[in-house]
Each structure stands twice: as C-alpha cells, then as structure tokens.
C-alpha cells in the first residue's frame, strides 16, 4: 500500500522569511496530493491540492510543486506569519478513492518573531 | 449545515470495554473515513467507506469496526478497548468536487483514553 514520508519534524523560521516542506510518497499509481494545516487543537483543513497531471499549483503565499519522476512533492509558504504556525501534514491518494487517503507525520512549524 | 459531527467530544475506557464512536454528515457526500492521531505519527487511516453498504480497511484496521447503513453516518466500534487505542479520533467525509479536489471534511475529534 501506499506509503508517505514527511520531513522535516519540526521547523522553525524566522517571520517574512521562508518554509519548505517535503514528502514522498510510495506508490506510482497516486495521483492526488493535498496538504492540511492543523492548529493547536483544531481539526486538519485542507490548504492546497495538486493533481499528478500538474507540476506546480500557488495559491496566494503558498505553492505546491510535484515531481512524479521522483515521487516527491513539496509545500512553500513564503513571507511567513505568525499565523501559519501549525502542525502541516501531506498526504496522497489515488484521485478515484478520495476517502483513502493517506498521511504524512507531520512538520510542526513555527514563526519566530 | 453542521458538517461533520462526532459524540462524544471525550470517553475514558477501562481495558475490554466496548464502545462505538459516532460520526455524522449533513453534506449528502459519498465518502467517508475514521483516522486515529497519535504525537509524531501524524493520521493513520483505520477503515473507509465509498458508499452506503460499501467499507474496507486503512492502515491500522486492527481492533475496530465500521458499517455504512446511510450515507449520513459512519460509526466506529471498538471490540475490546486497549490502552494502545488511547488516541484522537477523527472522522472525515469528502466527495467527488469540482475541479478535482477531494477536499476531506473532518469533525471536531473525539479524545479516547483507554486505561
């Protein structure tokens, strides 16, 4: 089965500056990667998805990019705030069974002020 | 809508009781899916479900069952509750979204400690 690698564990930035976070994932056959931000004590939410029939996908100051070779896809957050302190986790599935979807670990990343 | 809704927000379990966790969705979506959360192992997907009347197994299906009877609800049993089901449980539903996103609507969590 499908198997996603998440890294790294924790991650602090300092504010306006930027976060990368990376994932692999296993199983050729994937084609749909989104990735969740949790906050303390909350539920996960979705953030940003990418199908594998697109490298790269932005959404105002965070972007996704995907290489399929590779089986690895990355989040960016650029110009960090205090507010995108959280735990951020990956995730990949195949596009035709959206409900069996499966997790990275999880980054839990902070903004130093 | 309420969304996703899930009883009890917390439960405390001795060892070898049974209990069933409840999930709810008022957003008629087709897919559904228990995760349990633990520190450092992010969510781990213990069943799913397609459909009314269709389930199968996630990573972790050990100790737990589910059955799909509407397309509204999605109850999680626990067998025979050990301590290493002491965890955050989440449900979650989705469906087939325009633009392809399979956006996974999860509830508020329920809090189990198994002692």
């Known amino acids: 089965g499908e198997n996603v690698e998440q890294h790294p564990s924790t991650l602090s930035v300092q504010e306006g500056d930027s976060a990368v976070i990376k994932c692999t994932y296993s199983?050729?056959?994937?084609?749909?990667f989104p990735w969740y931000k949790q906050e303390l004590g909350k539920r996960p939410q979705l953030i940003i998805d990418i199908r594998s029939n697109v490298g790269e996908k932005k959404d105002q100051r965070i972007a996704v990019t995907l290489n399929k070779t590779a089986k690895h896809f990355s989040l960016h957050i650029t110009e960090t705030q205090p507010e995108d302190s959280a735990v951020y986790f990956c995730?990949?599935?195949?596009?035709?069974?959206?409900?069996?979807?499966?997790f990275g670990s999880g980054t839990r990343l902070s903004i130093r002020p | 809508n309420a969304g996703v809704t899930q009883t009890p927000k917390f439960q405390v379990l001795k060892t070898g009781q049974s209990m069933t966790l409840q999930c709810a969705q008022d957003?008629?979506?087709?897919?559904m899916s228990w995760y349990r959360q633990d520190p450092g192992m992010g969510l781990r997907l213990i069943h799913y479900s397609v459909g009314a009347g269709i389930t199968d197994q996630g990573e972790v299906p050990n100790g737990y069952n589910v059955s799909r009877s509407t397309t509204e609800d999605f109850p999680l049993r626990l067998l025979s509750a050990a301590p290493s089901q002491t965890s955050v449980y989440f449900c979650?539903?989705?469906?087939?979204?325009?633009?392809?996103?399979?956006?996974?609507?999860f509830g508020p969590g329920t809090r189990l400690t198994v002692t």
């Open positions: 957003m008629n979506h087709e897919y």
């Open positions: 995730a990949a599935s195949l596009y035709s069974s959206a409900s069996k979807i499966i």
């Open positions: 199983d050729s056959a994937s084609n749909y």
């Open positions: 979650a539903s989705s469906y087939s979204g325009q633009g392809g996103s399979y956006e996974q609507y």
